[in-house]
C-alpha cells in the first residue's frame, strides 16, 4: 500500500529565503507526482505536476524533482515571500490509466514566511 | 472557465438526515472524484468516475451513494448521516490519462 510522508510537518522562515519542502513515498511504481497548495479554509490549487519519466518541473519560482527510484520529491521554492505562506501537499498517483486515478496524499507541509 | 465548483460550502446537519453535495466542472472531463479531508488523516477518496454512468468505489465509501447522469455532474449523497462523517469534502476532475486534477473549493459539513 502506498504510503506518502511529509517532512516537516511544519515550517517558518523569513521572507527572502530559499526553502526546500520533502516528500517520500513507499511505492516507487508511480505514475506521476502533484504538488498541490492549500490555505486555510480553500481548496487545492495545482501547483505542479512530474510523471514519472520526468525529473523537475518549473513553474515561476518554483521548482519541483522527483527521484522514483529512492521515492522522494522535493519543492523547492526560491525567494520566499509572505503570499507563500499556505500547506503545501504532494501526491501520487500508482494506478493504472483506465483505472481510479487515485491520488495518495502526504499530510502536507504548512509553511509560514515571516515578513 | 469556472472550472470545478460545489455547493453548499457550509453544512450542518443531523444525525440521520440525508442531503446531496453537488459537484459540477465545465472543463468536460471524463474523470470526477470526491475526496475527504480530515486532521491526521489527509485526503481520502470515497467515489470516482471515469465517464457519464461509470462510477466505482474509492477507499472509504461507506454511507455515500454517487451516480453520473452527465459529463458535468457528479453529487454525493449522504444517506443517513453521522458524525463520522464530519469532514471537508472535495470534489476533484481531470481527463483520462497521466494528467493534472483540479479540485473544487470543497463543502464543509458538520454532523451533530
Known amino acids: 500500500k502506498q504510503e506518502v510522508t511529509q517532512i516537516p510537518a511544519a515550517l517558518s522562515v523569513p521572507e527572502g529565503e530559499n526553502l526546500v519542502l520533502n516528500c517520500s513515498f513507499t511505492d516507487s511504481a508511480i505514475y506521476n507526482l502533484q504538488w498541490f497548495r492549500q490555505d486555510p479554509g480553500k481548496g487545492l490549487t495545482s501547483l505542479l505536476l512530474i510523471q514519472s519519466s520526468q525529473r523537475e518541473q518549473t513553474s515561476g519560482r518554483l521548482n519541483a524533482s522527483l527521484d522514483k527510484s529512492s521515492g522522494r520529491s522535493t519543492l523547492y521554492i526560491a525567494a520566499s515571500q509572505p503570499g507563500d505562506s499556505a500547506t503545501y501537499l504532494c501526491?501520487?498517483?500508482?494506478?493504472?490509466?483506465?483505472?481510479?486515478?487515485?491520488?495518495?496524499f502526504g499530510q502536507g507541509t504548512r509553511l509560514t514566511i515571516n515578513p | 472557465n469556472a472550472g470545478v465548483t460545489q455547493t453548499p460550502k457550509f453544512q450542518v446537519l443531523k444525525t440521520g438526515q440525508s442531503m446531496t453535495l453537488q459537484c459540477a466542472q465545465d472543463?468536460?472531463?471524463?474523470?470526477m472524484s470526491w475526496y475527504r479531508q480530515d486532521p491526521g488523516m489527509g485526503l481520502r477518496l470515497i467515489h470516482y468516475s471515469v465517464g457519464a454512468g461509470i462510477t466505482d468505489q474509492g477507499e472509504v465509501p461507506n454511507g455515500y451513494n454517487v451516480s453520473r447522469s452527465t459529463t458535468e455532474d457528479f453529487p454525493l449523497r449522504l444517506l443517513s448521516a453521522a458524525p463520522s462523517q464530519t469532514s471537508v469534502y472535495f470534489c476533484?476532475?481531470?481527463?483520462?490519462?497521466?494528467?493534472?486534477?483540479?479540485f473544487g473549493p470543497g463543502t464543509r459539513l458538520t454532523v451533530t
Open positions: 501526491a501520487v498517483r500508482n494506478d493504472k490509466p483506465q483505472g481510479a486515478q487515485k491520488l495518495v
Open positions: 476533484a476532475s481531470s481527463t483520462q490519462g497521466f494528467n493534472e486534477q483540479y
Open positions: 472543463m468536460n472531463h471524463e474523470y
